[in-house]
């Protein structure tokens, strides 16, 4: 996880701000999206390395699909690869909270049609 936070592009400084943390973390998470061509884009950050291996686990997957195949992708693989059982309960909750914001976005793009 600290390898693939390592390797999580940086997010632009002026995206580092209180609208864009996801809330239920217990460290810091920055998360944003912008929609191009159809595909949502992801940009997140974390002040925790383990936090933001895990942002950069989620990004990784869900990273430039269309609303609906986020909306649509099934998780279990956070199940598969043992992942949630060695978290600790507030980093789990903050995994949830990733995916949802994650999620939230993928809906408001839905509504709003593709943006190219």
């Known amino acids: 996880l600290i390898e693939l936070g390592r390797d999580l ?44 291996g895990i942002v950069a686990l989620l990004v990784r997957v869900l990273n430039d699909r269309t609303p609906q195949e986020i909306l649509n992708t099934p998780l279990t693989f956070i199940d598969t690869i043992g992942l949630r059982e060695h978290l600790s309960p507030n980093r789990s909750n903050g995994l949830v909270a990733m995916l949802d914001q994650m999620k939230r976005y993928a809906v408001a793009f839905s509504a709003n049609g593709p943006k190219g």
């Open 9 to 52: 592009p940086l997010i632009a400084p002026e995206h580092k701000t209180e609208e864009n943390i996801v809330r239920g973390c217990q460290s810091r998470v920055w998360l944003t999206a912008e929609q191009q061509n159809g595909l949502v884009h992801y940009s997140a950050d974390s002040d925790a390395m383990i936090t933001k």
